[in-house]
């Protein structure tokens, strides 16, 4: 046995030898015993009698682990001897604690040990190495490899190893008699590989979380850790007051092996932690929403106060105006995340313009405020190129605005920006101006729905043979960002052929050579494979034989990328084929390119009129004029936009309408109105703007937004825009 009865000194006991080496009688002459240190250095040699203290343990470079190997000794020689178990010598970590093994050489702080519970069977390279601080070369680490987490170039790498092969990595001494609230907190890499055929992914490889306080073990978590739930880092944080209280401790990770994959653990601390504490996670919002689809701004909440948290919102905010708020529907606890999910649907009227988007949460217990807003998002709401009103006009008559225009320019070339949204759900042959070529003609694979009858995602085409479908999530309920398309409702998809590798093509109208063309893809699940693409292009017709590709097959990922190609001068069409080999789907969407053609694709049928941003009428194809009847007020903003197939909005045309208003010059993007108090500007983005006072003092400059709103009080003021000037009386 090993003690201390004052942490200093190692009091070491043993059992008499009375048996030789085969099982013969040693009582003929005395036993004497020799006692090596954890360095197998001799302490101790010709020790009488059965105890022995150790009084010179040298802690003064910090902590130190010690346990002994007692051997008996006679004139036959060395007999084998028996180990110890450790004690760690040293003052504890007072308060707080960190280690990241920075620079993956070992630790930064002692002393560390390594406990085996159930050895390796072998010693070959691969089993029987346990721990390290970085991954070697050479190939016989399992893997993954990750980078460290805190990006320091070091963490604790737990090495698989055969089957219920288990062992300890031991911390140096703790004490947290100071802290409030003590917490452990480390970060875990979870690793799980989908490939079950060439993979080694198993439930059966888990490490737990243990103290060690006076000799004994016991876990902290409920329940082992998984390697394989989740991939990448993930953060743990486990309270230690009920489990430790005053006394010194040390924390165990205790691997359970399977001969899968390496476990990881970085950033390890212990510190204190506020009774209410809440915390952004953090925010996300795509950078791109199309008019009229919803995309959602996700919030994350984690509560690092360990008292559970309830009464708080989350308010999102855009362009610095609270625009909705929640409450959460269950108390939070600590050390655990929730999302709050703000749907964004923008409409036409916001088409062209950008948008900065935050959040913020409210929570008057909170010690910590400072960590309660989240970074900024800017958002761009694409407009479109379809042609558009270019001279709303309007004037303010006995109660009424009489709004006139011309109709829009239906033979000015330009970019086409095509996502599919014009276009029949689930079609597989009504690409508009779209070729299509299903040059494999196998069955292609259907999307599993364990809620359906069937087992599977019931919708138009389902299964068909076909080269692309107009792909819809929404309108079949499927949610979740895998299936999210990059804008809009909807997206071109190439499902995997079920029968042999694909070979479906996607082919332009006809375009201006020696321009750009781009588009977004994606892998619709990435775990399956990365499906495969590539682009190409003809200088004659569209027949495959005669397209030549740009570079090599593609595989597309997990998150929407942009593809950018330049054509030949000579170019007429490009094509994007579809190679896939078993894979799952190709996501393709947000396709632009510079049309041959010098007529609208689409047809005009009719208008959609707004006032201050609410839809108030529709009209047909023919009509020039409006009369907004029944008004009140006096200051109105109008927009118009031109509506095609029924369904697809232009750009909106703007006039600000009232007796405060400068009357827009047809033609022109600039309207300038006031508004209590305020002057509105709008104009194109890159214009510049200046307001002027009447004793000649700028008031405002800037420039990159297409809307301006300047607070100026009661006066006549100068605005120019680009140097045009326009007079505007603001009360």
């Given at each position: ?5 004052d942490?200093?000194?190692a009091?070491?006991?043993w ?7 085969h ?8 036993v004497k015993?020799?006692?090596?240190d ?6 101790a ?8 203290t150790?009084?010179?343990i040298?802690?003064s ?8 190997y ?24 007072q ?9 993956g ?8 040990m390594?406990s085996?519970?159930?050895p390796?069977?072998?010693?070959n ?5 346990y ?6 070369p050479n ?9 460290a ?10 090495y ?15 004490n ?8 452990l ?6 690793y799980?590989?989908?490939d ?7 439930e ?11 000799g004994?073990?016991k876990?902290?978590?409920e329940?082992?850790?998984l ?8 953060r743990?944080?486990?309270p230690?007051k009920e ?7 040390q ?5 359970h ?33 199309a008019?009229?689809?919803?995309r ?6 984690f509560?690092?106060?360990i008292l ?11 362009d610095?105006?609270?625009?909705a708020?929640?409450?959460p ?11 709050f999910r703000f749907?964004v649907s ?30 900024t ?12 009103v ?27 920006t095509d ?20 040059i ?5 694979y259907?999307i ?38 990059y ?12 029968e042999r590798?694909?070979?479906?093509w ?6 201006h ?6 588009f977004?893809a ?7 494979g990365?499906?495969r693409?590539?682009?190409?292009y003809?200088?004659?017709d ?30 007429r ?8 080999q ?9 396709l ?7 007529d609208?694709v689409?047809?005009?049928t009719?208008y ?5 941003g ?17 008004l009140?007020?006096e200051?109105?903003?109008?927009d ?6 029924s369904?697809?909005?232009s750009?909106?045309c703007?006039?600000y309408?009232?007796?405060s208003?400068v ?5 022109s993007?600039v ?5 209590r ?37 009661s ?5 120019t ?11």
């Open positions: 046995t090993h003690t201390t009865a942490g200093k000194n009091v070491v006991k059992t008499a030898s009375t048996t030789g080496a099982g013969g009688s040693v009582a003929y002459e005395p015993y020799r006692i090596y954890r360095y197998e250095n001799v302490v040699d010709n020790v009488e009698g059965t105890e022995w150790h009084t010179t040298d802690t470079k910090g902590q130190l682990n010690m346990y002994y007692v051997c008996p000794v006679n004139t036959a020689g060395e007999g084998e001897g028996a180990v110890t178990g450790f004690i760690t010598y040293g003052k504890p970590y308060d707080a604690f960190a280690e990241s093994f920075a620079g050489k070992g630790t930064t702080t002692s002393d560390w390594i085996l519970i159930t390796s069977p072998y010693d390279g691969f089993y029987g190495r721990f390290a601080f970085s991954h070697n190939d016989k680490d399992r893997g993954p490899k990750p980078e987490q805190d990006k320091d170039g070091g963490m604790l790498v737990a698989t190893d055969f089957i219920d092969v288990e062992s300890r990595m031991i911390s140096p001494k703790i947290v008699s100071g802290l409030r609230n003590p917490v907190s480390f970060w875990f890499y979870h799980y590989n989908p079950l055929e060439n993979g080694y992914s198993t059966k490889e888990t490490m737990t979380v243990e103290t060690y306080i006076d004994e073990y876990a902290l978590t329940k082992p850790i390697l394989i739930n989740g991939n990448g880092w993930y743990y944080d486990l230690l489990a430790v209280g005053a006394k010194d401790f924390i165990a990770f205790r691997t092996n399977y001969i899968s994959y390496d476990m990881h653990v970085d950033n390890i601390t212990v510190h204190d932690t506020p009774d209410n504490d809440l915390q952004i996670q953090s925010f996300t919002l795509p950078a791109n929403i008019v009229n689809s919803t959602n701004a996700s919030v994350t909440v509560n690092n106060g559970p948290a309830r009464d708080f919102k989350v308010v999102l905010y855009r610095d105006k609270k625009v708020e929640q409450t529907d269950t108390e939070l606890a600590f050390a655990k995340s929730a999302t749907p923008p409409d036409i009227v916001q088409a062209g313009k950008n948008f900065k988007y935050h959040a913020v949460i409210e929570f008057d217990a909170d010690a910590n405020p400072a960590d309660n807003k989240s970074q998002v800017t958002v761009q709401i694409p407009g479109n190129t379809l042609p558009k270019a001279d709303l006009k309007g004037r303010v008559a006995d109660s009424k605005v009489v709004l006139s225009w011309s109709e829009p320019d239906m033979t000015t070339p330009g970019t086409v996502g599919f949204e014009g276009y029949e759900a689930f079609t597989i042959t009504n690409f508009g101006s779209w070729q299509l070529y299903d494999d003609g196998s069955l292609t259907t599993s729905n364990s809620g359906s009858a069937s087992g599977d995602y019931e919708y138009p085409n389902a299964g068909s043979q076909m080269a692309f479908q107009v792909f819809n999530p929404s309108a079949i309920d499927m949610k979740g960002d895998l299936w999210t398309p804008l809009g409702n909807q997206m071109a998809v190439c499902f995997a052929a079920a590798n694909n070979d479906d996607l082919i332009s109208p006809e375009v050579g020696g321009q750009k063309i781009s977004y994606k892998a619709g699940n990435y775990e399956w990365n499906d693409f590539e682009v190409l003809s200088t004659s569209r027949s495959t034989s005669v397209f030549k590709p740009f570079d090599g097959v593609q595989r597309a990922g997990k998150d929407w990328k942009k593809y950018e190609y330049t054509l030949p001068a000579n170019a069409y490009f094509a994007i084929h579809c190679v896939s078993d894979e799952f789907i190709l996501f393709i969407d947000d632009k390119f510079i049309s041959r053609r010098n609208c689409l047809t005009h009719g959609r009129i707004y006032r201050d609410e839809l108030v009428k529709e009209l047909p194809a023919d009509a020039t004029s409006y009369t907004d009847k029944g009140e007020g200051d109105y903003r109008y118009i936009t031109a509506v095609y197939d369904t697809r909005e750009a909106r703007t006039a309408i009232g007796q208003s009357e827009n010059i047809a033609g993007s309207a300038v109105s006031s508004e108090g305020h002057i509105l500007i709008g104009c194109p983005a890159e214009a510049e703007v200046r307001v002027i006072g009447a004793d000649g003092k700028t008031l405002y400059s800037g420039s990159g937004s297409d809307s301006h709103r300047v607070a100026t009080g006066g006549i003021f100068i605005v825009v680009d140097g045009h000037p326009y007079k505007i009386a603001v009360r």
